[in-house]
T-cell receptor, first 113, second 114 residues
Framework: QQPVQSPQAVILREGEDAVINCSSS?????VHWYRQKHGEAPVFLMI?????EQKGHEKISASFNEKKQQSSLYLTASQLSYSGTYFCGTDMYSGGGADGLTFGKGTHLIIQP | DSGVTQTPKHLITATGQRVTLRCSPR?????VYWYQQSLDQGLQFLIQ???????AKGNILERFSAQQFPDLHSELNLSSLELGDSALYFC?????????????FGSGTQLSVL
């Protein structure tokens, strides 16, 4: 089941903050975040495990609320280099092995100078 | 450079045809994933292999099949192609299969079905 991301798109000025949300209707084992720049392949940002863990990557951090089956990606003091499409991926571990990493439709982030 | 190699980069073919997309994972990675990316659907998970065996299956059509060979490279076969199969196909690899793996994506194969 594909996770749902919101918003679909965000336009910011450099230095502003953004939050991207990801939710699932199924119980989650982990949440993965990737960023894809135009014309390039997706690149790994971070993985969060169930347990409400919050992780950070430069000025990008994320949280995972397993009870609500939601994750949020926080981009603070955004830079031009943050522009791209952000995907969250959810993995419903089924004991015998990962149940496939399923991504949401993505959130397009445009940072303007 | 992610270390994942996909060939060819571009493929143009006609409806009804069959094509094969190839992926060489990073050295040491045992797991290979295939994704289809179109504008309106984002990254659609197709299938995952781990050390030669199928591990997980997503929204892969019956016209599509894949395999991972003993040298760990993988091929995605698409047959009876339709216009709607036009998309960017990504292969990704990871070291193991734990659900906590960092995926490394190749640069993709752009398939155009005319």
């Amino acid at each position: 089941q594909q996770p749902v991301q919101s918003p679909q798109a965000v336009i910011l000025r450099e230095g502003e903050d953004a939050v991207i949300n990801c939710s699932s209707s199924k119980a989650l084992y982990s949440v993965h975040w990737y960023r894809q720049k135009h014309g390039e392949a997706p690149v790994f940002l971070m993985i969060l495990l169930k347990g409400g863990e919050q992780k950070g990557h430069e000025k990008i951090s994320a949280s995972f609320n397993e009870k609500k089956q939601q994750s949020s990606l926080y981009l603070t003091a955004s830079q031009l280099s943050y522009s791209g499409t952000y995907f969250c991926g959810t993995d419903m571990y089924s004991g015998g092995g990962a149940d496939g990493l399923t991504f949401g439709k993505g959130t397009h982030l445009i940072i303007q100078p | 450079d992610s270390g994942v190699t996909q060939t060819p980069k571009h493929l143009i073919t006609a409806t009804g045809q069959r094509v094969t997309l190839r992926c060489s994972p990073r050295s040491g990675d045992l797991s290979v994933y295939w994704y289809q990316q179109s504008l309106d659907q984002g990254l659609q998970f197709l299938i995952q292999y781990y050390n030669g065996e199928e591990r997980a299956k997503g929204n892969i059509l019956e016209r599509f099949s894949a395999q991972q060979f003993p040298d760990l490279h993988s091929e995605l076969n698409l047959s009876s192609l339709e216009l709607g199969d036009s998309a960017l196909y990504f292969c990704a690899s990871s070291e193991r299969d734990t659900g906590l793996e960092k995926l490394f994506f190749g640069s993709g194969t752009q398939l155009s079905v005319l």
